[in-house]
């Protein structure tokens, strides 16, 4: 199993920059892809950018050009360096995992930004 834990959320002014980290540990040679997702207050989760063990990297439109995914695998982690932040983009961000097939959440960061 993998254990996930995210930190670097916090409160940021519209317009600025926050990066997230994922710090993976457990049996995490299994891993093949992982990622950042986010829940708004009263929305689904949704997607938010992957990136796999080989280096490919997906993201939603909505945040394409201004979030940039990014893993070491060598150091068990990953990044999701935000720029050019908006009030649409506060939610809870959470780290996923990919463990062959079984889907790995951690705990959640809270990303707020006023506008």
């Known amino acids: 199993q993998v254990q996930l834990v995210e930190s670097g959320g916090g409160l940021v002014q519209a317009g600025g920059s926050l990066r997230l980290s994922c710090a993976a540990s457990g049996h995490i040679s299994s891993i093949n892809a992982m990622g950042w997702y986010r829940r708004a207050q009263g929305k689904q989760r949704e997607l938010v950018a992957t990136i796999t063990t080989g280096g490919t990297t997906n993201y939603a439109d909505s945040v394409k050009g201004r979030f940039t995914i990014s893993g070491d695998y060598a150091k068990n982690m990953v990044y999701l360096l935000m720029n050019s932040l908006k009030p649409e983009d506060t939610a809870v961000y959470y780290c996923?995992?990919?463990?062959?097939?079984?889907?790995?959440w951690g705990q959640g960061t809270q990303v707020t930004v006023s506008s």
């Open positions: 996923h995992a990919d463990w062959i097939g079984y889907d790995f």
